[in-house]
Every structure is written in structure tokens, then in C-alpha cells.
């Protein structure tokens, strides 16, 4: 039997189901009933304080093995823990007698399910912050946590839940644990987002997956497909082994690679810390193509000067030893507010100031950052700078103009990403007037399609293998011309998309770091002109289910 869902993380993966499940207050009113509502309160502010210390503690590893993004993501629980709407609630209902495991479990599910039903995706995924948090609590309240159903599991294993957390995704042992399998969440869920930097192949949305399969029972997990079939069939089991093995060595290949027939690709990564420079450096990146500066800015409480910039800039490329660094500039907007900047509240602001309409209209801080960014480059010369959110060249013009007066003449190569479709329909008259061009394909699939990356009613529609995104990408690589071009967005490291890009003509990848040794791996496999004819049948697709199908049946290799 298969179940299916939203693909979120590529990769097959082979192993026995491993259910985690919801910790539920049942083991309270037995255990502690007796104690008095001080007592009680006393447990719950150590339970509070135990999980405090273990989110940081959690924060600070992540921060050390993937960088500050996910970091973040960790950190972001801390507020929950000081939130009054949750806090207040439950030592109130603990101090008016109500038992703190039954308290923490009624206001959590309330409060996430009240944040699960608005419309902005920001606040829904603080839904899984919340329950993430609540668990934690009741896990100390009652001495059990989540994950213990892993405890001693050896060989492979996969994971399926209703839903997993960020942190319980950060918890799970990588030694045994092969793919995950969700009833919930979407493909922008924090725990997909940390599935794809782990490089562990994960589907979400499989509605059903737990009562169709028990524990133990072997399944296969195919995360480019969006399927976990249950109890296989022993052929279909050796195929996905032999499919699986490849993905789980990682072999880092430090040297450029090229296709089969000698075309050359690059491999660069994504990074928004230097830490992640250091690791994608470590994983064999060819360099740096996405630098996301905005986590530097959402890190501080006030803007960082442009003396903390030059020195955090530096920090980077100093990290990428040698080689090529893209900085963009701050990418923020009323959907991401940035401490200490000024930034209006939009009715809209996926279509409002945001990107490159922000700093233009903020010019202390765009003036700084470019100074800062100069800077670097006189001291490190592989360094490129691009902007984000163009959609016309007087926007380029602009920005020519404010290089002219703020930095020394030619101080970087300056950039453009293409991210906006009317970028995409003026690509050659972009090609020809800045020095590259690098496809955004998360925010150029949300604005072909009209579709929020982010609403779990449009998943099906917004996909980057929709025949009109791709379409907009072959528009794209034609008419660049032999303007350096790149694809930084989330498309450039999923596995159905290498033979699809190096076939339509693209020569450089930014991937997130972990996917670098096996974007690498799949480019040395592939054979150019085999891709370049596949892509182009592929190209004949009219419907989105017709990708699909020719995907799936055809080979860029040979
Ligand atoms: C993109 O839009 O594809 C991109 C790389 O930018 P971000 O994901 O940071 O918006
Ligand atoms: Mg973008």
C-alpha cells in the first residue's frame, strides 16, 4: 500500500516505521493529584526552567552543526516561553489548582490551534513552536520525552508522526534514522526546512500514514515522489536499497566538477553565517553564491554600523579561503521586520517595499552596507555583490548611481537577482547591463504562479517544476546571453532539478551547504547533451501532472 503527501526533502530511504508519538497528560492524575497547588507550581517552574536551559543548550549545538538560520528557528521557542499568552495562562490555572501536565496541554493545544487557523503563515508555523515547547514541558513534568521511542533502535529506521517539531527533528539520531514521514506540515514547515539541511529525505502531509502502517513494519520513502509505500514487495525493496546507498555516503568531492562529456559546473552554496561558509567550504563548495545578509541585521537590536558590517563581511570571506563570495544586500520586508529599521506594515507585503524598494528608500543603511561591502572586496577580490527584488532597471540605474557616490569606481562586481517576472521578460536588457544574474526561484515561482510559498492550500500549485516557472527559466538562460548566470533558489539542490538546469543550459548552482557533495556527485553522473535533449522534451509539457510523468520516466544520464 502507498500513502502519499508533499515531497519536502529528496532522496529514497529504506527502514522499519518508527511511530513517535504525542505526550499526553495521562500519567498526571495519578502520580501527582495529591501535591498542593504550591507544590505544583514549584514542579512546573522547574519543568520551565529545565526546558529554558535544553532549548539553549539545543540553539547553541545547532548554531555549531548547521549555522545560525536554523539556529534561529530554535531560538524563536525562547519566546514562547515568555510569551504571556501562554505562560500567564498556565501558572494561573496551576495556581488555581488545576495539575500542571492537564494545565500545559489545554492552553498549548488552544493557543496552537488558535495560531494554526489564521492566514499568515508566520504566525501558523509559531503553531509548531508552541506544541514544540509544550511537549518539551510535559516531557520534564512527567520524565519521558518524545524521541524515547528511538532509544536503541539499531539499523534503519524511519520515522513517522503526526507531526514532528523542529527540535524533535534536530533530536533524532542520524546513526539510525533514514527519512521522515508526517500526516502534517507543509513544505515550508521548520522541520522540512531542517529535513533538506540534513540532507534526510522526509514527506509531509501523509494523511493516513499512521493508521494504514503499524510500528516496526518496513517501508520505503521516496521524498523526490512525495510517497511512503508500506510492506513492499521484495523487488520493489531492492530497488529502493539500491537507490538508497548512494545518498547515504556522502563523499565530499573538493574539486570542480563537470558532466560525463567534459562540460563544467559550478557547485556553490547558499549561506547566511560564517559559520555556514566554514561548513559549505568543508562540504567542497566551489564558493559562495547566496550570501543572505538580512540574518546579520535580524541578529542585532539596532542596525550594525558599517564598521561591524566590515568586519562580519571580512569574517566571511576570509571563511570561503580563496574562493568567490555573492553578498546580496539586505532582503527584508513587511513580512520580515528587522530590529531597529523603520519598516512599514503592508497590507500586502509580498508586493509591497520589500528587497532592493526597501533600501532604496532607506538610504543611511544602504549607503553603509555597500561601503562596508567595498571594503571587503578591496581586501578580497572574489567578492561579487547582488540585489535583490529588481523588477526594472531603473532600479539598476539607481543603484549605479548611488556606487558612483559612495564607493570607489569599479569596487565589486554588481549583480542582479531575477526573481520578479518582469526581470525574467527584460533579461536580455538586464544581461546587458549588469555583470551577472542569479535565479531566485523560491520568490519567482511565488510570483509566476501568484502563489504564497507559505499557504498549505496553494502546495500543489506553487511548484517550482510547474511547466510555466520552467518555462521562465528556459526564457531566462536564453536570454542572458554569456552574462554569468547561477540559480540560488531551493530548486538548484532538489534532485529532479540537476540534469533539468545543466540541460537548459545553467553552469552554476548555490545550494544549501549540506546538499553541495551531492549535487557534485549527481553533475559527474550526468551526460550534457543527454540532458539538454531530455530537458527539452521536458519543456513540451503543458500540465503540471505532465512534468511529473516525464520526470519520473526520463534519464539525463545516458
Ligand atoms: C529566492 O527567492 O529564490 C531566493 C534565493 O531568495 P530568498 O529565498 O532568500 O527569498
Ligand atoms: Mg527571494
Redesign the pocket.
Known sequence: MIVSGIPVSGGTAVGRLVVIGVLKPVDALSSHIIASADEQLTRLLAAVAASRDEIASIAADTRQRMGNEPAAIIEAQLLVLDDPEWWDQIRDDVRNGAEPTAAVWEVTEGVAEALSSLDDPYLRERSADVLDVGQRVIGHLEGRSRTSALQGQTGNVIVAAHELTPTDTLDLDLDVVRGIVTEAGARTSHAAILARQLGIPAVVGAVGILKAASPGVVVVLDGDAGTCEIDPQPRDLDRARAKSVGQTTRTVISHAVTTRDGVAVQVLANASSVADVTRAVAEGADGIG?Y?TEFLFMRSETPPDEQAQTEHYMAVAEAASGRPVTFRTL?VGGDKPVPGLQIEAEENPFLGVRGIRLTLANRPVFDGQLRALARTAAAFPGVSVMV?MVSGLEEIDEVRGILRDVTPQGAFRFGAMV?VPSAALLIDAFASEVDFLSV?????TAYVLAADRGNRHLHELYSEFHPAVLRALQLIRAGAGDTPLSV??ELAGDPRATGLLVGLGYRQLSVSGPLVPAVKERISRLNAEEAKRASLELMRARRHRDVDAVLKSMSFED
Open positions: 547566496l543572505r532582503d535583490p526573481e531566485g526561484t523560491n520568490d519567482l540560488c533558489g
